[in-house]
């Protein structure tokens, strides 16, 4: 069985003179496996195709895409785009009294399985000549429990939240302000107790278009909690929160869990291992087709995950793993420094922020960790000469690249065009095509319009853009926004590359413990009261940094047995004890 795909934004049959059916060897035999369809598009028959890849290398915009299937997948497909478009296999089930978390790749159907399952979408069953039908859903998952579930969906009698994936997206739809677009949701009447717990009071009378990213995650999560539903839905809710915020989320959606239906994608896999009690995989290859992996414990999936395979079902959906070190690598920078600065401090009229004195050496990556509110941005700020320090000087030589943590993606201009634009023909050497451009995986995204890219996508080109700069010094503001797991590892590995073989340092601001775990050689921490006052330390070594910062936050940290990757421990249980009463909140000794 096969899967043939054709990315129709990045098809231009037309430029290349339909060089994908000149080529292709079956036609020569005299049967046609591919012909142009009526939208001047080549279509590709797959109950002809054999497989051979030849149109796939012959296309010059990699728009066709042929994936070998196992059979047995043949009739469990859910949901079907059109001829040679994405399909999905499989569903995850909501389970009452549970936390359901799907774990996966963007872009291999996470999104389209939420919307089957909330409703926005009717799953065609693979057949996408005809109407999708309700009662065949049905039918289609008898003797299951998403028979129950699509019955009470489709009867009215079963009612779904969701927590959207995109919160910058919401004062475009809502330009009042927070408590007004809470209390118009508040069919539970616990607007009050949510926004006490989720630490929203101050940011009720702000207007929606004036809240920062943590602020609106908050808000979108207590108005999808604030709803009478059965079932919520809940995409991506750690985006733009501190640690200590994520972990107060997990928390609240745990206990909201009770007598409810949860199901929850998430990216930070510390909080996911935390927040989930079963788990389901989804893997395939991104943008042709995903399949949903059967329930399991979340230890052993996210394990799974990490490894790239599935024992249980002797699949491997990725051909690395995701290693973690018991220890934090022990990296050498340059001992020639690149930027020194005194005590500084800047004062607003409502908030204020004094900063240790430090600098960067060259080929060093110092990571910044903090609550959210507590000046990380404006450190960063004064750091490439944006914001004038009320006090203290900065010493600075260097010149600067900066990645923001809000990225503007109006612009109409292709990836490709505004690379050019703003870094020259830096794109194409050998070094940042092998180091930046292939581990980012932007080779997809290069005729896509900037204002057409999803929010990972988008978070990409950001992180390129600001590497492809000819700069000394990288500035760079939550990288990992957006990113799924093996995205984040690969986008840290990135950054670190750039920075010790071209001998530049950089500043990353992250609240993904596991990220600054890989990209960080020294750790500077933040604390003090947001939106109020921050003060921040000097650069630490990376152990002093996290137990600094780990005690800040009075959690505690151990390793996986078998993986090695970072877990939460339970409070007062006998690892946090052990851990506190030695000092050693994060790594072993």
Known sequence: MRVAVLLEERCQSKRCNQECIVFCPVVRAGTDCIEMGENGKPVIYENLCIGCGICVNKCPFDALRIEGLPEELGDEAVHRYGMNSFRLYRLPSPEKNSVV??????GIGKTTALSILAGTTVPNLGNYEKKADKDLVIDHFRGTG?????SGLYNGKTRVAVKPQYVDSIPKAFKGIASELISKVDERG??????????????????VSELSGGELQKVALAATLCKDADVYLIDEPSSYLDISERLRMASLI???SRNRMFMVVEHDLAIFDYISDTVNIF??????YGVVSNAMGSRIAINSYLDGRIREDNIRFRNYAIEFQRRPAERRASEFSLLEYGKLAKEYSHFSVSVEDGGIMRGEVVGILGPNATGKTTFIKMLAGVE????????????????????????DLTVSEIMVQQTGTRMTQSFYQSEVMEPL??????????NSLSGGELQRVAIALCLLRDADLYLIDEPSAYLDS????????????????????????????????????????FSGKPGIRGSASKPLGMRDGMNTFLKLLDITFRRDGSSHRPRVNKKDSKLDREQRASGNYYYEE
Not at 101 to 106: A, K, M, Q, Y
Not at 283 to 288: E, H, I, P
Not at 441 to 450: F, G, P, S, T
């Open 388 to 411: 004038v320090p009320t006090s203290g000087n900065v010493d600075r030589k260097a010149t600067v690249s900066y990645k923001p943590q809000y990225i503007n993606s109006d612009s």
């Open 190 to 207: 616990i607007m009050n107790e949510l926004t006490q717990e989720l630490a929203l009071t101050n940011a009720l009378d702000k207007k």
């Open 146 to 150: 998403l028979k129950d579930y699509f």
């Open 254 to 256: 745990r206990r909201e």
């Open 101 to 106: 978390g799907i774990l996966g790749s963007n």
């Open 441 to 450: 995986e932007l080779r997809y995204l290069m005729d896509k319009r900037l």
């Open 486 to 525: 093996a995205q984040r590892m690969n986008a840290a590995k990135v950054i670190r590359r750039v920075m010790e073989n071209g001998k530049k340092s950089a500043f990353v601001v992250e609240h993904d413990i596991y990220f600054v775990d890989l990209v960080a050689d020294r750790l500077m921490v």
């Open 283 to 288: 893997y395939g290859v991104y943008g042709t």
